[in-house]
């Protein structure tokens, strides 16, 4: 089992910025794909960025430009970088990873979640 933790949420004036961090149990080297997905109270979880093994990457229409997904494989982490946050941003973020395996791919395997809260 795949244990992936979040961390570097918190409280953030609007304007500001935040690094989400995820730390992955298994090698950041071998993900097949990534995702960041938040979710507001009485809203549906949804997909904020992705990041995929050949390096592409998809965002949001309301955070392009604004955020930033990137992995760093000697730490097995996965970021997002948030920058010039809206209060609108405010969730509770996750990160959710695939990663190849054999001639296939295991998960999705998600983390607990981080509370972003942006203030106006």
């Known amino acids: 089992q795949v244990q992936l933790v979040e961390s570097g949420g918190g409280l953030v004036q609007a304007g500001g910025s935040l690094r989400l961090s995820c730390a992955s149990s298994q090698a950041t080297s071998s993900l097949y794909n990534v995702g960041w997905y938040r979710q507001a109270p009485g809203k549906q979880r949804a997909l904020v960025a992705s990041?995929?093994?050949?390096?592409?990457?998809t965002y949001a229409d309301s955070v392009k430009g604004r955020f930033t997904v990137s992995t760093d494989n000697a730490k097995n982490t996965v970021y997002l970088q948030m920058s010039n946050l809206k209060p609108e941003d405010t969730a509770v973020y996750f990160c959710?990873?695939?990663?190849?395996w054999g001639m296939g791919a295991m998960g999705p395997f998600w983390g607990q979640g981080t509370q972003v809260t942006v203030s106006a």
């Open positions: 990041l995929s093994s050949d390096g592409a990457t």
């Open positions: 959710s990873a695939s990663f190849r």
